[in-house]
């Protein structure tokens, strides 16, 4: 009987341990820095007030370095298999291929985060779009469990909703 209430006791200790334990541990904030791959990227009809994938789907990926610096490539789904080829640095591109290469949307720069509004800020360094240069360009920002969701700032992209996940 003794035995009984010491091994009741020895539980009851080692639960009431374990579970300050668990208490005292900080959660761990997520974090922007990584590699990230994109899951969706929608755009919201003010009229119906419903959401829909931008152009069909689109894939891309966003790179946060930990040290600044911001890499986004954007693309219509299927960018990679179409199969076409045309040499690099070269004006003889055929007009096909032209048509194909505004399905991609690129920039690097450096990259701010503002934790209080809960925005990044990027200032695009380089750009597919030569008037991009040198433009900052905001994102709203939270965290759905694993996933980042980012909403443009700016009036023009407003509609737009991406999430995006760590990419391994």
């Known amino acids: 009987m003794r035995i009984m209430i010491i091994l009741k006791y020895v539980f009851f200790v080692g639960i009431l341990a374990f579970s300050f334990s668990c208490q005292n541990k900080k959660p761990t904030n997520p974090t922007i820095t990584g590699l990230w791959k994109l899951e969706s990227m929608k755009v919201r009809d003010t009229a119906t007030n419903t959401w829909s994938h931008y ?8 790179l946060y370095d930990g040290n ?10 299927g960018y990679e298999k179409a199969g076409i080829e045309f040499p690099n640095f070269n004006d003889s591109i055929p007009l096909e291929a032209l048509r194909h290469i505004t399905k991609s949307y690129y920039y690097m ?5 503002s934790e209080k509004d809960s925005i990044v800020s990027h200032y695009k360094l380089s750009h597919s779009n030569p008037s991009e240069f040198g433009l900052t360009a905001e994102r709203r920002f939270y965290f759905r469990g694993d996933t980042l969701v980012m909403q ?12 995006w996940l760590k990419a391994e």
């Open 55 to 62: 152009r069909g789907g689109m894939d891309g990926y966003l």
């Open 68 to 77: 600044g610096h911001v890499a986004l490539h954007l693309y219509e789904k």
């Open 109 to 113: 720069g450096n990259y701010k985060v």
């Open 152 to 163: 443009p700032v700016e009036r023009k992209n407003s509609k737009l909703k991406l999430k």
